[in-house]
């Protein structure tokens, strides 16, 4: 470990693993007295435990190295390295100080096996900046030697999943780099392999990840991984139970992306209807034909989910002077009144809606919501958007019934597998396909990475966030800081 000036921490911010170490002289110190015994157990109990209280920790390494209690593979008789580094708000890290001892001759002819220089760590917060441990090691040893004081930065690193540009979130990227951390942008292209991922958690504290796919086995792996901050809303691609079991707590970006996806979602029911795609490939091919398209206003939309996303589908559409039908299994009636929305059963709305926008998140219930038998009580003339979940929409009974003509088209901007590679819808003329890019205009990115951002700052500084989506981890554990 090289030593490093001590001027690190003068500008007061928070430093992670700062590792500042004391190496002190003890001769024959006073054996510990009764008062002091309970210390003295706890600290031999519980040696992977945080010391929060400096002048007990100190009390700790002064008491607990007596000679008299050396003995062969006993805690003086190592080096200790487990007890966990803490993040305060007011600190600039965990000191770390480093006792070297002597045992005098008559315990060493009782135990030859003890050498005779044994060291001892203890790690304990300390508020301020480097100058207030120099202080606070100085009052507390007694000693003006502090030639061997010595800071190692250790910085947390964060993986940012989403392919972004730097500049979209740059505010993002500045708060991580203010607060000490080590941010590093992947790019990682959405799939259902994980081997990527895995190698790239291995060392990381913190991960910010897309649609790419989290699986058990790279969580397991992440032995320092602490949070994962969703890019988005939808968490199916991130196994939950794994990161629970394992004390990592898991957020998401509720309602930050519901502007940029409801207008998504209006583009591609526009564009389904007129079938703008089609006659741009046409164009570009030299062919002057013109399609003959369908309405969208004065027409029945039917909306499956009735969240934030797809109340703000509603007002949009609210020029188009559309008939709206709902289903959700939570109404808001102020809403409905609002919009003249006509909450009705699943059934009602396959069979009335001439457009139908999904919006709920994939769950066990809602898997395969989509299949055969609803798409054949669609009107032939409906469209189908989703831009919700692909597994909601059992995509091959959707290619059959675009084939078929049960239904006029469809559009997705998500699929069961993604990206979608050989699928036989992307070969149909009725049927719009997009890269699962709901979110992806670069106000809605900065606002979900900034929102990310703080999320990961809270778990890390040992404050709750908002939006975590699996509570029970602070009943189970969380995942204490590394101690390497």
Known sequence: ???????????????????????????????????????????????????????????????????????????????????????????????????????????????????????????????????????????????????SLRCELMAIKVLIGPRVEAEIIRETLDLLEEKGYEATQTWLECSDRDDEVLELLRDKDAYLPGAELV??????????????????????NIDLEAATRNGIVVTNAAGAN???????????????????????RQMRNANWVVPVGKPVAETTLGMIGLGAIGKEVVRRLQGFDMKVLAYDVVRDPDFASR?????????????????????????????????????????????????????????????????EGWIAGAAADVFEHEPPEGSPLLELDNFIATPHMGVFTDRTLARVAMINAQATVDVLEGRRPQNVVNPQVYKLGLKPPPTD
């Open 258 to 280: 519901r502007d940029a996806v409801a207008d998504l979602v209006v583009g591609l029911m526009i564009g389904i209807a007129r079938r703008i795609p089609w006659a741009d």
């Open 215 to 236: 699986s058990a086995e790279a969580i397991d792996e992440a032995k320092r991984l602490r949070v994962m901050a969703r890019f988005g809303v939808g968490v199916d």
């Open 1 to 147: 470990m090289a030593d490093q000036p001590l001027n690190v921490g003068s500008h007061r911010r928070t430093l992670y693993a700062a590792s500042i170490s004391h190496k002190l002289r003890q001769v024959n110190p006073t054996p510990d007295s009764t008062p002091n015994q309970p210390m003295a157990r706890d600290f031999k109990r519980g040696a992977h435990r945080v010391l929060t209280d400096p002048v007990r920790a100190y009390a700790l390494l002064r008491r607990n190295d007596h000679p008299t209690k050396m003995r062969p593979g006993g805690i003086s008789g190592s080096r200790i390295r487990r007890f966990s580094r803490l993040q305060h708000r007011d600190a600039i890290g965990v000191v770390e100080i480093e006792s070297r001892t002597s045992p005098s001759c008559e315990t060493a002819k009782r135990c030859p096996a003890i050498p005779c220089e044994r060291w001892l760590r203890i790690r304990t917060p300390i508020p301020g900046d480097v100058e207030d441990v120099r202080r606070f090691l100085k009052n507390r040893s007694g000693t003006e030697n502090h030639s």
């Open 339 to 403: 919009f003249d929305v006509q909450y009705a059963e699943l059934e009602e709305i396959l069979k009335n809606a001439d457009f139908i926008s999904l919006h709920v998140p994939l769950l066990k219930s809602t898997r395969g919501l989509i299949g055969r038998e609803e798409l054949q009580a669609m009107k032939p003339t409906a469209c189908l958007i989703n831009a919700a979940r692909g597994g909601v929409v059992d995509e091959s009974a959707l290619h059959q019934a675009l084939t």
